[in-house]
């Protein structure tokens, strides 16, 4: 298999994008490097899916440019798997531009046992939990040849624990099989615990307003001093914090 | 349900395993009681002279003309002509309505289009065409055959294009994120996606046609069960009505219990459960 960290790179050049009248980016630049995981944090309706959307190719920018290299899989919100396939069927879908079925049946086993639901394999989705059903997404997107990943605020739908424990797992599976990723997200914990990089954006029209690096090796624990320092740093830029009380009282 | 898997009676007299089997039992309990107390009631109305006799056959009367018709094997053969019209003209509307309905269902223009006149004749009643289907088709399987397409195709088109209007959209994104296009798109997501609907669909319309077969063969054949309760309302034999009436009502049970058995498949499940 080929390394994935090495081929796969996103670069956006002052990219600006509208609905309409409304504008939702402005001169946009950012460059994600290979192998890099990085979280984009903002206010709701900031434009953070209108990035990725147009990452993907589902909307063109209005001005500006986007260069992307290596397949691009997306991870939704929840329920984007097809209901009327197993399990093993909906991760097959990932596989289906490899022509070797010998292949393809190995990849298979393994991203089953690589997601724990081997005793799942032929229930169908509605009969899965949330957590189990995003376990599912992962292993689709993780398939086969994909080199970018974007999560589009994947575990938002999930309840507190399960979205701790799925941290965990996207961590575990990163290891595994390393993929450049967007990451977006409103939830400040999983930016400080997950990314390489933490980039605020700024309300409409979105803009970085501040990048953040994170060096401590994953997994992270959430109570771990990096973690808290990186949620105080992003809790600031989001003006959540004032500056008064960043030491504990 | 798992409580239906719990190990039955007698082994572990535990409350909700008991009351479980008072479930099933009473299931067939209920119902048979109903049965039973209608007869009951039917047979004390012809017994007391309620309606003089040609004008409702008592049980025995109709037991007696059942046995008869069964005898003489006219009864199997206008089963066999009606479920065979109704088959017929069932698939064909199925076969084509079905694609129709997904066609429509993915183009906005060709909706815009057709909408409206589909509507129009969804409402025209199918028995409105039997003059036409005579004239066309004259007598036999032909206009009943017919006069059935009528019935069923447009409520399947327009059932099966409003199923793939309600599609969620995540399922075209995701979709195109794997490359489905053209008629892998059309077999492997949309149609999928809307089977357990068009199953319903199918349910009712099945229903329609049913009913529709009896009026159809009244004036456009010479055999089927509709024809039977025509002759027999013409020789004032009600008793022979009656017997026909009961076998139109078990059939249709009987084969939507047929169609039902399809929402059971484990890929339609999940249109069922949620």
Not at chain 1, 105 to 111: A, G
Not at chain 1, 126 to 150: K, N, P, T
Not at chain 1, 195 to 204: G, I, T, W
Request: charged share 20%; with cysteine; glycine share 6%.
């Amino acid at each position: 298999m080929k390394d994935k960290r090495s081929t796969s790179w996103i670069m956006l050049e002052n990219v600006s994008h509208s609905y309409g009248t409304v504008s939702v980016l402005n001169e946009l630049n950012l460059l994600v490097n290979p192998g890099e995981v990085v979280v984009l944090v903002g206010p709701s309706g900031c434009g953070k899916t209108t990035i990725l959307n147009l990452l993907s190719g589902h909307i063109e920018p209005a001005s500006g440019s986007i260069q992307t290299e290596g397949i691009i899989r997306t991870v939704y919100q929840l329920d984007s798997l097809f209901p009327w396939l197993t399990v093993l069927e909906n991760i097959a879908i990932g596989l289906r531009s490899i022509p070797d079925i010998a292949r393809r049946e190995k990849e298979l086993r393994e991203l089953i046992e690589l997601i724990h639901l081997e005793d799942f394999k032929h229930h169908y989705p509605h009969q899965l939990s949330g957590g189990m059903r995003q376990r599912v997404e992962l292993a689709r997107v993780l398939a086969g040849d994909s080199d970018i990943l974007l999560m589009d605020e994947p575990f938002s739908s999930l309840d507190y624990q399960a979205r701790l424990h799925m941290r965990t797992e996207l961590v575990h599976l990163l290891e595994k099989r390393p993929r450049t990723v967007v990451f977006v997200t409103h939830d400040i914990e999983e930016a400080a615990q997950l990314a390489d990089r933490v980039l605020v954006l700024s309300n409409r029209p979105a803009t970085i307003c501040c990048e953040l690096h994170i060096d401590a090796l994953r997994p992270r624990n959430l109570t771990d001093n990096a973690v808290i320092d990186a949620m105080k740093e992003i809790l600031k830029e989001l003006g959540f914090q004032t500056s008064n009380n960043t030491n504990m009282n | 349900m798992e409580r239906s898997k719990t190990p039955e009676g007698r082994a572990a007299p535990v409350p909700v395993a008991s009351s479980a089997s008072q479930k099933t039992t009473l299931r067939f309990i209920l119902p048979i009681t109903v049965l039973l107390s209608l007869l009951l009631i039917w047979y004390f109305i012809s017994y007391i002279n309620l309606f003089p006799a040609y004008a409702l056959p008592s049980p025995g009367a109709v037991l007696k003309s059942f046995r008869e018709e069964m005898v003489a094997g006219r009864l199997i053969s206008d089963v066999i002509a009606s479920l065979w019209r109704v088959g017929v003209g069932f698939i064909i509307s199925a076969v084509l309505g079905i694609p129709v309905g997904l066609w429509l269902g993915q183009h906005m223009y060709a909706r815009q289009a057709f909408v409206p006149i589909l509507n129009f004749f969804r409402f025209l009643s199918p028995l409105a065409w039997i003059p036409f289907a005579i004239l066309w088709f004259h007598i036999g399987d032909k206009p009943a055959i017919f006069l059935i397409f009528m019935a069923t195709f447009f409520p399947l088109v327009l059932a099966t294009m409003s199923a793939v209007a309600t599609i969620p959209s995540i399922y075209f994104r995701v979709a195109q994120d794997y490359n489905y296009k053209g008629i892998e798109l059309l077999t492997k997501v949309t149609f999928p996606a809307v089977t357990p609907q068009v199953i319903t669909a199918l349910r009712v319309s099945y229903g329609i046609a049913w009913v529709v077969i009896v009026a159809a063969e009244m004036v456009g054949c010479q055999d089927g069960l509709g024809y039977g309760i025509w002759e027999a309302r013409n020789g004032l034999r009600l008793d022979s009505a009656v017997c026909y009436m009961i076998i139109i009502g078990l059939l249709g049970m009987g084969i939507d219990r047929l169609l039902a058995q399809l929402t059971k498949l484990p890929n339609v499940r999940w249109g069922y459960e949620r």
